[in-house]
Nanobody
Framework: QVQLVESGGGSAQSGGSLSLSCAAS????????MGWYRRYPGKERDMVAI???????EYEDSVKGRFTVSRDNNQNIVHLQMNSLRPEDSAVYYC???????????WGQGTQVIVAS
């Protein structure tokens, strides 16, 4: 079973930066699109940023130019660098892994990000 362990997150001031990392195991990393979703209280998870095995990244509109997703295919880690943070970025962030070979995505346990105004 795929395991995703997130680290990072926490609290920051508006305009500040935070970095998230996700270490993946029990998978062939090069087969997986990796990324990050976030969930606001009472809402569904929404995509923040994903990156394909080839390194093509896709971002939710509100984070474009502020967040950067990257992956290390040797270490099986995906990162999310979050700059110019806004209070509306406050949410629980989840690591995501999806391969075409399985129907369902795998998820991390979630990590809280709080941005104070």
């Amino acid at each position: 079973q795929v395991q995703l362990v997130e680290s990072g997150g926490g609290s920051a001031q508006s305009g500040g930066s935070l970095s998230l990392s996700c270490a993946a195991s029990n998978l062939r990393f090069s087969d997986y699109t990796m990324g990050w979703y976030r969930r606001y209280p009472g809402k569904e998870r929404d995509m923040v940023a994903i990156i394909t095995p080839e390194g093509t990244a896709e971002y939710e509109d509100s984070v474009k130019g502020r967040f950067t997703v990257s992956r290390d295919n040797n270490q099986n880690i995906v990162h999310l660098q979050m700059n110019s943070l806004r209070p509306e970025d406050s949410a629980v962030y989840y690591c995501y892994a999806k391969t075409i070979y399985f129907r369902h995505a795998s998820w991390g346990q979630g990590t809280q990000v709080i941005v104070a105004s």
